[in-house]
């Protein structure tokens, strides 16, 4: 417990759930030790941990796993990825079926590949195998105790033939962009935002790159330039990898690489560098030879996740520039329709202010046109029995000043049943208004009328015992529910 992260006293609800799932430790047991050093644990967090786990565990419940069926002799599963990206004299080691509901999945063994499998939050590759004279094309790789497996679109015909295994380059290619990104990134939030801004989890393929990280407020958007523009500075200056394997642990250590908490490392791990004075990390992933090849850094989003957990999501390479052309021809759209190219943020600005006093010039119209209707509709009330009635159609379209009308009118004359219709962009309206004392003394219900009168619109609605509103289809029928409803009120003033 000593050992977690607690921004702002909250232990992280991940956190709480890899000591349930991985240590054993429940999570009220979790609460009560927090509790007893003035922390608490994020439940919601904790809650959705668990839920995925319960969904991955139906989907693997709805697998049948086959037995793998031997080819080639031994258990060595080399991996050569980071150096190659085809291997021409591999071998099938073994290979299985996996039944699902979809459709069956076809798992490969080589003795030596170059595909690098779903890791650390890096996406697996993908690319083809040559078996013999069959083409097979690799879907993904994954990695089942340190087993690196090919999933395959087919089998071959003969397993035991010599493989060609060739990664999928662009793809490779745009994941390490990627993913040397976030090294950038990590070291970048660690100089703006502080030092406990650590690694939460990161999901990184070829399209973009998602990184969370602990933090205990919303990244301000003078931090996020700030970070950006600290990554783009360092792409520009093309920092060569420096690559280190099989570093002992305490050498590492001794180096200054960065360690995670929840991280399981080995004795011998692999070190990875982008200029020893700014970024250096314990990492499996593949990356760039030199910061030159990101090309470019963008940043799309920045959200919470959890209680003291931060997200980045962001495009490097083709995907940013794609992103800031976009964002270049709406802007140049948006010049187009102002006729200038000087200042649109400023041309936005004042329509708004224009857009605004619009709105407020016409709710005034509206309010005095719906004060001449009120005078109008007032001399129309009748009496049904012992209670006050009006029915219309008014001309007033805006569903607000239709409101306020119906109210200010139940208001000043009371004891009444009002059904008013209207026409709002083509559609028909009713509005139904009862007067508290009558839904009390005769039972009536504004939303049971309204239900009934919508019929005649092609409609439905709905609402409270003393206001309710109903739309449809069909404008034609508005007189007639508006007619009807005198006949209504009596039937359903008069039942016992």
């Not at 697996?124 to 004279?133: A, I, S």
């Not at 490097?316 to 709406?330: C, F, P």
Request: glycine share 8%.
């Amino acid at each position: 417990m000593e050992s977690i992260q607690a921004p702002k006293g909250v232990i992280s609800g991940a956190d709480v759930f890899e000591l349930y799932d991985t240590y054993g430790f429940p999570k009220d047991l979790t609460q009560l030790i927090a509790e007893e050093k003035g922390l608490r644990i994020d439940e919601a967090g904790f809650d959705e941990a668990l839920l995925a786990q319960k969904k991955r565990s139906r989907a693997d419940a709805q697998k049948q796993v086959g037995d793998w069926i031997p080819v080639g002799n031994g258990e060595s599963n080399e991996f050569v990825g980071y150096d190659q990206l085809e291997v021409s004299n591999a071998r099938v080691l073994k290979y299985r079926v996996v039944h699902t509901k979809q459709a069956d999945q076809y798992q490969i063994v080589l003795d030596v590949t170059p595909f690098y499998a779903q890791s650390g939050g890096q996406a697996g590759d993908t690319g083809t195998l040559k078996v013999g004279d069959d083409w097979l094309k690799v879907l993904d790789t994954v990695k089942e105790n340190d087993l690196i497996i090919h999933i395959v679109d087919q089998l071959p015909d003969k397993p035991e033939a010599p493989v060609i295994a060739s990664v999928e380059k662009t793809r490779r290619k745009a994941t390490a962009q990627n993913h040397s990104a976030t090294h950038l990134m990590h070291a970048a939030l660690h100089r703006v935002l502080g030092n406990h801004a650590l690694q939460k989890g990161q999901d990184v393929d070829p399209d973009r790159l998602r990184f969370d990280f602990s933090h205990f407020q919303k990244v301000t958007d003078e931090e996020i330039a700030r970070i950006e523009t600290m990554v783009n500075e360092k792409i520009r200056e093309n920092i060569q990898l420096e690559e280190d394997r099989h570093v002992d642990i305490e050498s590492a250590r001794k180096l200054g690489a960065m360690m995670l908490f929840g991280e399981k490392y080995g004795d011998q791990v692999r070190v990875i560098t982008f200029d020893a004075n700014f970024s250096r990390e314990l990492c499996g992933g593949t990356h760039v030879p030199a910061t030159g090849e990101i090309g470019l850094f963008k940043i799309l989003s920045e959200s919470a996740v959890a209680a003291g957990i931060r997200r980045i999501e962001a495009v490097t390479a083709d995907k940013a520039q794609a992103y800031i052309e976009r964002e270049l021809e709406e802007l140049n759209e948006i010049r187009a329709l102002f006729k200038t190219s000087l200042n649109p943020a400023k041309n936005v600005a004042s329509m708004l202010e224009e857009n605004k006093a619009l709105k407020k010039e016409i709710e005034r119209l509206l309010a005095a046109q719906a004060g001449g209707l009120k005078n109008e509709l007032k001399a129309k009330v009748q009496k049904l029995g012992e209670l006050n009635f009006l029915s219309a159609i008014v001309p007033l379209g805006d569903a607000n000043a239709l409101k306020n009308l119906v109210y200010q009118l139940e208001s000043e004359i009371g004891n009444i049943v009002i059904v008013l219709g209207a026409v709002s962009q083509d559609k028909p309206q009713l509005l139904v208004a009862v007067s508290k004392e009558l839904t009390e003394s005769k039972g009536l219900h504004a939303g049971n009328m309204v239900r009934e009168l919508a019929k005649h619109i092609q409609g439905g609605g709905g609402g409270q015992p003393f206001f309710a509103t109903a739309g449809g289809k069909d404008v034609g029928g508005l007189e007639k529910a508006v007619v009807g409803a005198a006949k209504q009120v009596l039937e359903d003033a008069t039942q016992p």
